[in-house]
Each structure stands twice: as structure tokens, then as C-alpha cells.
């Protein structure tokens, strides 16, 4: 069935419980697709062969009670895979090679997934276009020559370019949102705790979560509902009663009340996207929800807060890839020499400026200028989300200040890269859930989304106002193969 790629998480589950498609034929029709899409730089490894044998063992043997019957499914390569390569994109973990699987992907293949293979990412998740992966940058299937987003830029374009029919992203500062903006689909941030950690290489351990990817927020309820769990392995895995999101889905939203920060309202923002979020504000009330003015005044001090926690906590996990326990390992005439050059060889020229500015802000005579600080204004900064939802259910703004740019455009200007993440970086900060849906596009025709943002652990309500939008918004991409073989 040619059609197989373009299918939904949940009409292909429909299909295969129908047995109107089997499993292995679904592989199949994903891998084929692959292999005409290399243009798209999408897959570091792949696991194709394996993908096939397991999808064939699963039709022998079918259990249609999973929640992902012999589904198969490509993820990011910051996820441990036993056996499998995982490289988070950097040449340093080249050649690593895990033994253990994380628990998210773990969640997915209890549940019937099948791994199709890796996906390419910024280098340990640092970046916003995909462009410091050591394994080369990645094409946006939208339009030629256009950033997929980033850090998970490889798995929202295996998405768009309909390589596999889900997948699962990581978010420390937009890393779901923003490729799913740059791509027109769909990505959920979930509250910090919701998806366990184990498992998943570290950027900076008090922001990262992972996440749905889909192309639209049914699929993303239903595989949210897979990779969320406790997790005694993750001591920062907590322990709440989950939802079934996709059963208790629903697009009435009518008399909640969604909130407008006014300092979202950034200088310089392009028109088309002030207009999109008055779109969305438009659709919002169609849907039923009350809209409200709301203030977050320390938004403006998101982005610098970021850049130093973010920063300081990757400087500290990354200090254990010296070239002895880990991957790639250089030669030296002593030991020191030895970590020096690994590093210096092993790292790429983003991952040394964290490091650099991680160890600066960390360093015993700056310490209290700027981490302690920066720890502190963190704390005013969910403060302001705490205050606007004792008035509000959820918070609507646009998910990235522009679309998509070209690839090469901001490679060379680090400051101009890290602005793009002005709207997603708050979110993590708090530590709340966020989405990401696409809502029009702009003069160029390039998708644009819209960010949900919702109380912790209540991605029932992000999704569900996301469902009644998306229904509104009607959204379809406009994605021509002009990749494809
Ligand atoms: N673009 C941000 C950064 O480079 C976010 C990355 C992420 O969420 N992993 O830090």
C-alpha cells in the first residue's frame, strides 16, 4: 500500500487491528520510503532489517490490546537504544554503543512499537536547526535549503516527509516545539517529571524532557499516553495519576479561560506572526474559551536564564565524556593529553561554546553573579505562571518568532539563534507543559505554530484545546517530494 506513510498513528492502528495492513507491510512501506529520502539527511542509523524480522514475528504472533500494535517508529538519537548505536549527534559518541534502553523508548516498544532507527539532532541538543550535528544538517522536507528546526530537527522532518508515523523528541529549551512549528506538525513538551530521563543523554538535567511528536494531536495524546510514567530509575520521575489522554480527549473547551501575555509581544516581531496569534485568539473563542489579558513580567530575562543554566548543567554532565568510559577516545602522550585532545576532537565548536560559558558561570569568582542568579530569577519566572493561573486555564502564544530560515543564516551568529527560542524557553523554566500546532503559514508558505501552554501536569487541558483548535484551524501541509528518489 502506497499510501502507508501518509497514514495517521491512529488509522494505521485502526488498519492493523483491521488487519487490513500487517505490520511487516507497514515496515516496509516506511523503510522504502527512507531509502528514496536520503537527500533529507534524516536517519544516523538506521535498523531497518531488524525493523522487518520484528514486524514479521509481531504478525505471527498479533496482540491488538497494545496501544502501538507493530508500529514502526523512529526516534531521536539522544535516546539509549541497548544494542543499538546512539550517538546524540556528536563524534564523541561515535562508536557508543548502550547496553541499556531508556524508559520512554522501553514504554514504546512494551507497547508494540518497532524501532526503525535514529535520528539525526543537533549535538547533545544543542541548537535550534540541526545544523551542529556531527553527522551532517538536516533538510527541511517543506522547501529546499530550509532548517527542519531544531534540536530534534531529524525527527520533525522524518515526520513531515511522512517517515514514520510518530516519533519522540527531547526539550530542554524548544527543542520539540520549534522543529514542529518549522515543520507543521505537532509537538508536546510535557510537564518536567511526566517522562522519565533514564536513558536519554543529558544536555542539562533540570530542563530536559521528552516528548510526542505527530502530525496531529490525537496521535499526540496517544503516544503521550505510552511514554509517560513514574520511573523509580529517574529520581526526578514523579509520581501522579496520568490520564488516558486520548480517551478522555475532547474538543469541548467551552468557558475555559485562556490567557494573553502581553510581553510576548516582542519588538520586532514580523507581522505575519502577531497575525497568526490573533488568528489564534479568534479560533480560541470560536472554540468556546474565554480570552484574558495576563502579564509575565519576567519574560524578558527567559532567554538570558536559560543560556546560563542550560550552560552550567551541560558543562557539568558533559565532563564525563573524557575517552575513557564513553565512545571516541584520542590518542595522547599522557592522560591530560589524552582528555584534551579527545575532547577538543570528540566535541563540536557549539558544544565547546556551552561548555566554555558553562564553566565560566559556574567558576568559583562568578558563581553568585550568574548561576546563583540566574537560579533565583528562574524562580520569578515560574512565579509570574504560577500568579496568571490562579486567573487562567492555559496561555496561547505564538511557538517561534519567525519560520523556518535557511540553512547557513544564523550557522554563524550564535545570538541570533538562541533568540528564535524566546517563546519556548519560559515554559521550561517553569517546568509546565507546552504544545506546539501548526496554524497557517507565512508570505512563503512555510508553516507557522502556535504554543499551548498549561498548569503542571495538566497536558489533558493543552491537549484538548489544541484538539478544538486544530479541528478549527484545519491545518494541511503543503509538502511537495521534490526530496524524494
Ligand atoms: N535551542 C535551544 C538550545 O540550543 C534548545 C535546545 C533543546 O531544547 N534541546 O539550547
Known amino acids: 500500500m502506497s499510501e502507508i506513510p501518509s497514514l495517521t498513528l491512529y488509522e494505521l492502528i485502526k488498519n492493523i487491528k483491521e488487519k487490513k495492513i500487517s505490520s511487516n507491510e507497514a515496515a516496509k512501506s516506511f523503510i522504502d520510503r527512507a531509502e528514496r529520502s536520503k537527500k533529507?539527511?534524516?536517519?544516523?542509523?538506521?535498523?531497518?532489517?531488524?525493523?522487518?524480522?520484528?514486524?514479521?514475528?509481531f504478525d505471527n504472533r498479533p496482540n491488538f490490546d497494545l496501544k502501538l500494535p507493530g508500529i514502526p517508529i523512529a526516534v531521536k538519537d539522544l535516546f539509549c537504544t541497548t544494542d543499538v548505536r546512539t550517538t546524540a549527534g556528536s563524534n564523541i559518541l561515535n562508536n557508543f554503543i548502550p547496553t541499556y534502553e531508556s524508559t520512554v523508548t522501553q514504554n514504546i516498544w512494551n507497547e508494540g512499537g518497532i524501532l526503525l532507527g535514529k535520528l539525526n539532532c543537533d549535538e547533545f541538543a544543542m541548537g535550534s536547526s540541526n545544523e551542529t550535528s556531527f553527522f551532517g544538517n538536516v533538510q527541511n522536507p517543506i522547501s529546499k535549503d530550509?532548517?527542519?528546526?531544531?534540536?530534534?530537527?531529524g525527527s520533525s522532518a522524518a515526520l513531515a516527509a511522512n517517515l514514520t508515523p510518530i516519533t519522540i523528541g527531547t526539550d530542554t529549551g524548544g527543542s520539540i516545539r520549534q522543529p514542529a512549528s518549522f515543520t507543521g506538525t505537532v509537538g508536546l513538551k510535557p510537564t518536567y517529571g511526566s517522562c522519565s530521563r533514564y536513558g536519554i543523554v543529558a544536555f542539562a538535567?533540570?530542563?530536559?524532557?521528552?516528548?510526542?511528536?505527530s502530525k496531529d494531536v490525537k496521535d499526540c495524546s496517544i503516544l503521550l499516553e505510552v511514554i509517560s510514567s513514574f520511573d523509580k530509575k529517574d529520581s526526578t520521575s514523579i509520581d501522579f495519576k496520568r490520564n488516558n489522554y486520548s480517551k478522555e480527549l475532547t474538543n469541548n473547551i467551552k468557558g475555559l479561560k485562556i490567557g494573553i501575555p502581553k510581553e510576548y509581544r516582542i519588538d520586532g516581531m514580523p507581522d505575519e506572526i502577531e497575525k497568526l496569534w490573533?488568528?489564534?485568539?479568534?479560533?480560541?473563542k470560536e472554540c468556546g474559551a474565554e480570552i484574558i489579558d495576563i502579564s509575565l513580567p519576567h519574560t524578558s530575562y527567559a532567554l538570558p536564564t536559560y543560556y546560563i543554566v542550560a550552560p552550567a548543567e551541560a558543562s557539568s554532565n558533559l565532563?564525563?565524556?573524557?575517552?575513557v568510559k564513553y565512545g571516541f577516545r584520542s590518542s595522547g602522550e599522557n592522560l591530560i593529553d589524552m582528555y584534551e585532545k579527545t575532547r577538543s576532537e570528540g566535541f563540536g565548536e557549539e558544544v565547546k561554546r556551552r561548555i566554555m560559558i558553562g564553566t565560566y558561570v559556574l567558576s568559583s569568582g562568578y558563581y553568585d553573579a550568574y548561576y546563583l542568579k540566574a537560579q533565583k530569577v528562574r524562580q520569578l519566572i515560574k512565579k509570574d505562571f504560577d500568579d496568571a493561573y490562579n486567573k487562567v486555564d492555559a496561555i496561547l502564544t505564538p511557538s517561534t518568532p519567525s519560520s523556518a530560515f535557511k540553512i547557513g543564516e544564523k550557522s554563524s551568529d550564535p545570538v541570533s539563534m538562541y533568540?528564535?527560542?524566546?517563546?519556548?524557553?519560559?515554559v521550561n523554566l517553569a517546568g509546565l507543559p507546552g504544545i506546539s500546532i501548526p496554524a497557517g503559514t507565512d508570505k512563503n508558505n512555510y508553516p507557522l505554530g502556535l504554543q499551548i501552554i498549561g498548569k503542571p501536569f495538566d497536558e489533558q487541558t493543552v491537549l484538548n484545546i489544541a484538539y478544538s483548535?486544530?479541528?478549527k484551524i484545519n491545518y494541511k501541509n503543503n509538502i511537495c517530494d521534490w526530496w524524494i528518489k
Open 469 to 471: 483548535m486544530e479541528e
Open 419 to 426: 533568540l528564535n527560542d524566546i517563546f519556548t524557553v519560559p
Open 146 to 153: 530550509l532548517v527542519p528546526g531544531g534540536s530534534s530537527g
Open 278 to 284: 490573533q488568528k489564534g485568539i479568534e479560533y480560541a
Open 319 to 323: 565532563a564525563r565524556y573524557d575517552g
Open 205 to 213: 538535567s533540570s530542563l530536559d524532557q521528552a516528548g510526542p511528536m
Open 40 to 57: 533529507l539527511n534524516t536517519y544516523v542509523t538506521d535498523n531497518f532489517e531488524n525493523c522487518l524480522k520484528l514486524s514479521k514475528q
